[in-house]
């Protein structure tokens, strides 16, 4: 069984910036794709950003503010968040989906950004 283990969230002040973390149970070179999803309250959950071996995606609402990159030799995946605005706040997930077409999901992490 999979598991995707997040970190990071937080409370922070618009403008500011934070981290999230993705470490995978399995080696990060079982999956394919590894991105960030989001959710607001009482919106769907959205696509943040995306990484497939050497390229990466981003949502226009994230664009130019957030990176996703990955540390092969720590097995993990981050979602650098800059310049972060209220309406950034959701809960965000972690995605991997593996070469056997299996979609895995991480628990969940709170982002705030506060006005």
């Known amino acids: 069984q999979v598991q995707l283990v997040e970190s990071g969230g937080g409370l922070v002040q618009a403008g500011g910036s934070l981290r999230l973390s993705c470490a995978p149970s399995g080696n990060i070179f079982s999956f394919n794709v590894m991105g960030w999803y989001r959710q607001a309250p009482g919106k769907q959950r959205e696509w943040v950003a995306i990484?497939?071996?050497?390229?990466?995606n981003y949502a226009d609402s994230v664009k130019g503010r957030f990176t996703i990159s990955r540390d092969n030799a720590k097995n993990t995946v981050y979602l650098q968040m800059n310049s972060l605005k209220p309406e950034d706040t959701a809960v965000y997930y972690c995605?991997?989906?593996?070469?056997?077409?299996?979609?895995?999901w991480g628990q969940g992490t709170q982002v705030t950004v506060s006005s």
């Open positions: 990484t497939r071996g050497g390229t990466t």
């Open positions: 995605n991997a989906l593996g070469y056997n077409g299996i979609n895995y």
